[in-house]
């Protein structure tokens, strides 16, 4: 997958201190990278670089609304998401990226690209169980909640006095030491 060039940071011709960059990520992003679980997406990225005279510390913060749809009803809704996270970059013999908080770029670099860590950040930001704030809150309509209600199983009172139970248990709860 080739990178993207507007993700793509020069610093070797920058003077040493805080140099900021602004992103505006919408859903081609994801295509890029194959991600179809987004019907749209509007997030703005914050990344702030520290240079220093031998390494690199990035300060990426997210925040922005996703469209996705909920795990319940299917219905399409807007997400809001908001994350941050740091990033040490370092010089060494060779590239690793083995942990999670640390880059290490070899002794030749002049650029980083950082497209991979903002596409990380946005989709963990999302919620693993991801329901419709209307369903939370009783005030969405669908067609799949009525069917959901009407599937539902109901107690009646004579399946209750059913349910009743068998005096033979009783005893054994007796036996029972933590009451």
Same mark, same amino acid.
């Given at each position: 997958?080739?990178?993207?060039?507007?993700?793509?940071?020069?610093?070797?011709?920058?003077?040493?201190?805080?140099?900021?960059?602004?992103?505006?990520?919408?859903?081609?992003?994801?295509?890029?990278?194959?991600?179809?679980?987004?019907?749209?997406?509007?997030?703005?990225?914050?990344?702030?670089?520290?240079?220093?005279?031998?390494?690199?510390?990035?300060?990426?913060?997210?925040?922005?609304?996703?469209?996705?749809?909920?795990?319940?009803?299917?219905?399409?809704?807007?997400?809001?998401?908001?994350?941050?996270?740091?990033?040490?970059?370092?010089?060494? &013999?060779?590239?690793?990226?083995?942990?999670?908080?640390?880059?290490?770029?070899?002794?030749?670099?002049?650029?980083?690209?950082?497209?991979?860590?903002?596409? &990380?950040?946005?989709?963990?930001?999302?919620?693993?169980?991801?329901?419709?704030?209307?369903?939370?809150?009783?005030?969405?309509?669908?067609?799949?909640? &009525?069917?959901?209600?009407?599937?539902?199983?109901?107690?009646?009172?004579?399946?209750?006095?059913?349910?009743?139970?068998?005096?033979?248990?009783?005893?054994?709860?007796?036996?029972?030491?933590?009451?």
């Amino acid at each position: 997958m080739k990178p993207l060039k507007e993700f793509t940071i020069p610093f070797i011709g920058l003077k040493t201190g805080t140099h900021h960059y602004d992103y505006k990520i919408e859903k081609a992003f994801f295509e890029y990278f194959e991600y179809e679980d987004f019907n749209d997406a509007h997030v703005n990225v914050d990344v702030s670089l520290l240079k220093n005279t031998t390494l690199l510390e990035l300060n990426f913060k997210i925040f922005g609304t996703v469209n996705i749809n909920c795990d319940i009803t299917n219905e399409p809704f807007d997400q809001n998401i908001e994350n941050e996270f740091d990033l040490v970059v370092n010089f060494g &013999e060779e590239y690793n990226d083995e942990n999670i908080d640390i880059l290490i770029l070899p002794h030749g670099a002049y650029e980083i690209n950082i497209q991979q860590y903002i596409y &990380e950040l946005i989709v963990l930001a999302v919620p693993i169980k991801r329901i419709h704030p209307g369903v939370e809150d009783g005030t969405l309509s669908s067609e799949i909640l &009525e069917k959901l209600k009407e599937l539902s199983p109901k107690l009646d009172d004579e399946q209750k006095e059913d349910k009743e139970i068998d005096p033979r248990w009783n005893t054994l709860k007796k036996l029972l030491t933590d009451k």
